[in-house]
């Protein structure tokens, strides 16, 4: 009886986790809709809270939103958190984007990227 039930319990946890994975590949393809359209205050909204919660994949997306907006400082952050978390893409990105940025911008990146390690990294 216990075993059906913990069996049970896991096939509904494993459907639900299936079902946001879903949600947040949609989520995500909207978002990457947004920023191919040049409609970065929409991909903002959409990868921001996905990146809080954690999601790596929004993570890189809410960094690459904030370059493509030319906020260089919160693009080096997210990358700089991301890279910290363990994403090799946004480690390649830090070293793109850090030949254009000045030694300061670099240092408060890297702080704010701390913060945002510390907060979102799951």
């Given at each position: 009886?216990?075993?059906?039930?913990?069996?049970?319990?896991?096939?509904?946890?494993?459907?639900?986790?299936a079902d946001n994975q879903v949600a947040n590949q949609a989520e995500i393809q909207a978002g990457v809709n947004a920023l191919g359209r040049g409609n970065y205050p929409m991909a903002?909204?959409?990868?921001?809270?996905?990146?809080?919660?954690?999601?790596?994949?929004?993570q890189g997306f809410l960094a690459h939103t904030h370059r493509m907006m030319e906020n260089n400082l919160e693009a080096y952050a997210w990358y700089y958190a991301t890279a910290r978390c363990g994403s090799v893409d946004a480690g390649m990105e830090l070293d793109m984007l850090e030949s254009k940025l000045s030694p300061e911008t670099i240092e408060q990146g890297k702080t704010l990227g701390d913060v945002y390690y510390d907060r979102y990294c799951r």
């Open positions: 009886m216990i075993r059906s039930i913990f069996f049970f319990a896991l096939l509904a946890a494993t459907q639900v986790f903002l909204e959409i990868f921001q809270p996905m990146a809080e919660s954690g999601d790596w994949n929004a």
